[in-house]
Structures are given as structure tokens and as C-alpha cells.
């Protein structure tokens, strides 16, 4: 009866502090795309007379260098990663179901090949490889070119720890009883394929999916400190981050901040969110 | 028993052989790989040099030679390879400089960086994981989870911005990024066995906490915190790279950050194929040790 009382109170907990970083993302997204009404006069428009301000009554979070509204760039910033970092995301989870998927369901030379293109992708560290093909890829485009350049590349270059599991994971499928008994029963490969084993990785799918939002967040963020993320004047967390550059000391434009306390908070919510996706894969 | 000893010797002599290839393979084909994506890149043939107004018509012509010879993307790569045998790296198109040199000059300061950084995060990590497990305490493993986590939510470059901030070394931003990885492993290895049926029991009959620790759960976790700690050198070197860039540092991170910018690529090549090197080194070397524990146990 503890044992139980013990069990439920840890789940009601969890399920508490899952429903808590729900509210918490919800909160956020609505927010940002409520940007046009918050913040109508945009994120471009400049105050001239008010460049690096501090927090008023007009502007919320101050001014940035060139007299921006910190608070309005900040609300399309959020808005621009929070959507498309799951679109990324779901761009590297579907190229990890198709690759890891079918070269785990195939198994053999197609499983070995997959793999050794993963491994060679994972032998380098995330980042140096992000970077080297950013910085490839032309730096002096249009701000919505370099959002699409940027997050098309994480969807791009962010399969292959999610293929690497979820071949593991097609392989045992491919041995399962139900998939021999469908193969003996003399249902084609393909078929066999989208509807026995694909919907089977299901939860796995998921799981990498919630895994890699947070994981393409911050790498925005890092590319744009470093000067290979979103164009200005188009607002993202990274570019936004950028400004701690310039900063001589944390008490004296502590608002300067904001930014990097929004992003720590979506990407804790996001990982509470995805324990319990994990939890559904294991 | 000799017999069985010479079984695991040549096992393991296949494995490090195995490792060998596979490295040699990947090495190779992540150069290529680096090669192809510079090659392929747009404003690959532009020279910003053809464009200085001093230069006269024979000297651009020589400049778009050069260029051509880079053409062709095998052949360039199967000359530079040829030329790095006899160990000639190329000369840097951005700094003019040997690429050898540059590599020699700059790797001690990115190594000690990674070395010190791999150090601090895994004394943190281990020390607040072990501490957690021994006092059995939830306050306290939530408050050290919490603390991971939220460097876990810090991006890299962040953390190096900081370290530049409040002027502490770059091997200090390297550990805070490195911890929380290892940290969040070490703590579910050591709950996982401290967990298990006979640690439990030797608490129960009063066996001192270092003894358990050595005895009972250091074998159990060993191998899988080797495989973590290969894994963990991999993040260090990248995170190498924010850090040396951002808080001006001469090391390798950040010759691999000016290469990419300026697409410059001989440098480019030699940066990716070292960093493939290491990386895969640590996992193989971690791989290799964790099969010697384990066929000791065995």
C-alpha cells in the first residue's frame, strides 16, 4: 500500500511539473504570436532618440544599440525559433525514420553502409560540424533566406544520433514474431514496412522528435552568437544573445538577460516535456 | 588458463586492428567529406585577391590558375593526401601561413584547454553524482540534478560569453558545458547501481561506503563510464571552438572557426581530419580499455 501510495505520489508529481512546463511552452508560443498586438510598432522600428535605453514604461526591456524595442524583438525572436525548431525537428526525425528505419528494417549491407555514414556524421562534434557547413553555405543572404539556411540545416545535419537508435530499434522489429509471421503470410516488403514496422516506432519517433527541439534551440542560439545564424534585422535567440557580447558587467544592464532566462526556461520545459516522451520509448 | 588468456589477447588485438581500419576510414572520408563541402560552396572559384587593384592581368591569371588546380575535387584531395604523407599540409589561403605550423603552434593550447576542462567537468560530475548516491538524500540529488540541468539549458557560446565576462579561463567554460552531459549519466549509472540486490545488501550489513564504492560499484559502472568518457572528449573538442572564438584564444577551436569563415580549404581539411582523429581516438581508446575491464572480469 505505501509501495503504491509512493508510486502515485512520485507520477502525480511528475505529472505536475510535466503539466506545469506544458503551460509554461503554451504560455510562451501564444505569446509570441500575439508579437503584432504586444508589440505593433515591430521589431525594426528604430528609436532614434532612445539607442541602448533602459527599461521605461515604453519600452519594457530597454532599447538595443541602434534603438530598437528589445521587448518586440524579443517577442519575434521567440516566435521564429519556437516555430521553427520543431519544424527542423521534424525534418531530422523523418529523415532518421526513413534511413535508420529502413536500413535497420533491411538489415545486412544497407544496415552496415547507413551506420557507417552515421558514425562518420557522429564522429564530429555537433557543433564543429555545424558550423564548417554554415559557414559554407553563402553568409550574405536575405534575413528570411538565412532563417530557412539555418534551420534547414538542423533538420538536415540533426538525423543521425536519432537514426543510429532508431535502427537499433527497426532491427528488433524485423525479428519480431508479427513481422515474420507477415513476411511468411507473404505481404510485400514496402507494405510490411509502412504499416507493420513504421507505425511500431512510433514512440521512438516521438521521443527523438521532443529530443531534438531543445537540441536545435540552443544550437540556433550558439550560431548566433557566433555571428552564422538568423540575418539582421530579423530577431532570433541567437542573434538576441549576441548582445551579451558587449556587456562590461551583469548588474549593470541586468535586462540584457532576459533573453537567456526565456531560452533556459523553454528548453527546462521542453526537457520536462520530454521525460515522460522518453519514458513512453523506453 | 594460458589458453585463455592468448583468446582474449587475440580478441582484443582484433578489436584494436578493427578500430584501426574503421578510424583510418573514417578519418579519410571526413576529409574528403570537409573537401567536397568547401569545394562545393558558392564563391568557391571568387578569389577576394583578383580584385586588388595592384595586381596586374599576369598575376590574376596566376591567381585563377591556382584556383583551378583546386578544381577537381579528387584529384586535389588525392594530392593533398599524397603531400601529408611526406608531411606537408598545404599553406593556409587565409593566413599564408604552413598549415603544419599552425596546427603545431595552436594544439598544445587546445589541448591543455580540453585536458583541464575534461578534468574539472568529471571531478564535478563524479562528486556531485557520488555524493548524491551515498547520502540517498531527494532534496539534495533534486537540487544537483536542477543545477546540471540548467547548465544543461545554457548554449555553449553563452557560457564562453560569460567566462569572457567574468574573466575565468576558457577550461572553466569547456567543464561547465562538459559537466552536465556527464554529470546526468554518471548520477542514473551510480542510482542504477547503487540500486542493485547486493549493494543493497552489503549496506545492510554495515560495509564502509569506500569499500562498497571500490568494491561492489566502480566494476559495476566502470565500462559504461568509460564509454561516456569518449563520448564526453568528442563534446569537449567541440565545445572548444565557441570558447576559443569567443574568448580569443589562439588554439585549434579557433583556427577551425577563421578556416570556416574564410573558407579556407587546405586549412578546412587538416582541421576536420584532426578533429575526426581525436574524437574517434578518445571513443576507440575509451572502447578498447572498456573491453580489457571487462574480459579482466570475465
Redesign the interface.
Known amino acids: 500500500m505505501r509501495l503504491l501510495r509512493a508510486m502515485l505520489g512520485t507520477r502525480l508529481r511528475n505529472n505536475a511539473w510535466r503539466t506545469l512546463a506544458c503551460a509554461v511552452l503554451l504560455f510562451v508560443v501564444g505569446v509570441s504570436l500575439a508579437a503584432n498586438w504586444l508589440a505593433p510598432a515591430g521589431y525594426t522600428k528604430q528609436y532614434r532618440e532612445a539607442p541602448d535605453a533602459a527599461p521605461s514604461r515604453q519600452h519594457w526591456l530597454g532599447t538595443d544599440e541602434i534603438g530598437r524595442d528589445r521587448f518586440a524583438r524579443v517577442l519575434y525572436g521567440t516566435r521564429i525559433s519556437l516555430l521553427l525548431a520543431p519544424a527542423a525537428a521534424l525534418l531530422s526525425t523523418l529523415m532518421a525514420a526513413l534511413i535508420g528505419g529502413l536500413a535497420g528494417y533491411l538489415g545486412g549491407a544497407s544496415a552496415r553502409a547507413a551506420m557507417a555514414v552515421t558514425?562518420?556524421f557522429l564522429?564530429?562534434?555537433?557543433?564543429?560540424l555545424l558550423?564548417?557547413?554554415?559557414?559554407?553555405?553563402?553568409l550574405n543572404v536575405s534575413p528570411l533566406a538565412s532563417v530557412l539556411v539555418t534551420f534547414l540545416l538542423l533538420g538536415l545535419l540533426g538525423w543521425t544520433s536519432a537514426a543510429r537508435v532508431l535502427c537499433a530499434t527497426a532491427g528488433s522489429l524485423r525479428n519480431s514474431d508479427f513481422v515474420r509471421q507477415a513476411r511468411a503470410s507473404g505481404v510485400r516488403a514496402s507494405r510490411l514496412f509502412w504499416v507493420h514496422v513504421l507505425p511500431n516506432l512510433k514512440p521512438v519517433l516521438y521521443a527523438q522528435f521532443w529530443i531534438s527541439i531543445?537540441v536545435f534551440i540552443?544550437s540556433e542560439?550558439?550560431l548566433g552568437?557566433?555571428g552564422l545564424g538568423v540575418a539582421e534585422p530579423l530577431p532570433s535567440w541567437?542573434s538576441l544573445?549576441k548582445e551579451?557580447?558587449g556587456?562590461?558587467?551583469?548588474g549593470d544592464e541586468p535586462w540584457k538577460f532576459v533573453p537567456?532566462v526565456l531560452?533556459?526556461v523553454v528548453?527546462?520545459s521542453f526537457?520536462f516535456v520530454l521525460s515522460e516522451q522518453e519514458q513512453a520509448a523506453a | 588458463m594460458p589458453r585463455h588468456r592468448e583468446l582474449a589477447s587475440s580478441l582484443l588485438l582484433r578489436k584494436v586492428a578493427r578500430h584501426g581500419l574503421a578510424l583510418v576510414a573514417t578519418v579519410l572520408l571526413g576529409g574528403f567529406l570537409a573537401a567536397v563541402l568547401v569545394r562545393l560552396a558558392p564563391g568557391f572559384e571568387v578569389d577576394e585577391q583578383q580584385l586588388d587593384p595592384r595586381l596586374n592581368a599576369e598575376s590574376v591569371h596566376a591567381l585563377v590558375q591556382a584556383r583551378a588546380a583546386q578544381r577537381n575535387i579528387l584529384s586535389f584531395y588525392f594530392h593533398s593526401l599524397e603531400r601529408a604523407v611526406h608531411g606537408d599540409l598545404g599553406t593556409s589561403i587565409s593566413l599564408g601561413q604552413p598549415v603544419s605550423t599552425l596546427l603545431r603552434n595552436r594544439a598544445p593550447l587546445t589541448l591543455r584547454l580540453v585536458a583541464l576542462g575534461l578534468l574539472l567537468s568529471w571531478a564535478a560530475a563524479m562528486a556531485l553524482a557520488l555524493s548524491a548516491a551515498w547520502l540517498r538524500v531527494s532534496a539534495y540529488d533534486a537540487m544537483t540534478t536542477t543545477l546540471s540541468g540548467t547548465f544543461l539549458c545554457i548554449p555553449a557560446a553563452v557560457l564562453a560569453l560569460l567566462s569572457v565576462l567574468w574573466n575565468v579561463p576558457g577550461a572553466l567554460a569547456i567543464a561547465l558545458i562538459v559537466f552536465p552531459r556527464v554529470h546526468r549519466y554518471a548520477r542514473n549509472l551510480l542510482a542504477k547501481a547503487y540500486s542493485l540486490p547486493h549493494i543493497i545488501t552489503a549496506r545492510a550489513k554495515g560495509l564502509s561506503e569506500s569499500r562498497i564504492l571500490f568494491w561492489h560499484v566502480v566494476p559495476v559502472v566502470a565500462p559504461q563510464l568509460l564509454a561516456v568518457a569518449g563520448v564526453s572528449a568528442s563534446i569537449a573538442v567541440g565545445a572548444a571552438i565557441p570558447v576559443e572564438a569567443l574568448c580569443g584564444l589562439a588554439g585549434v577551436g579557433q583556427l577551425a572557426w577563421q578556416a570556416a569563415l574564410a573558407r579556407d580549404l587546405p586549412l578546412l581539411m587538416n582541421v576536420t581530419i584532426l578533429v575526426t582523429l581525436v574524437t574517434l581516438l578518445a571513443n576507440s581508446g575509451a572502447d578498447v580499455i572498456g573491453h580489457v575491464l571487462r574480459s579482466q572480469e570475465a
Not at chain 1, 564522429?123 to 564543429?128: I, K, M, V
Not at chain 1, 556587456?247 to 551583469?250: D, E, G, P, Y
Open positions: 558514425d562518420l564522429s564530429l562534434p555537433w557543433l564543429f558550423i564548417t557547413v554554415r559557414a559554407v553555405m553563402p531543445p540552443l542560439a550558439n552568437i557566433l541567437g544573445l551579451l557580447e556587456l562590461v558587467s551583469v537567456l531560452l533556459v528548453v527546462t526537457q
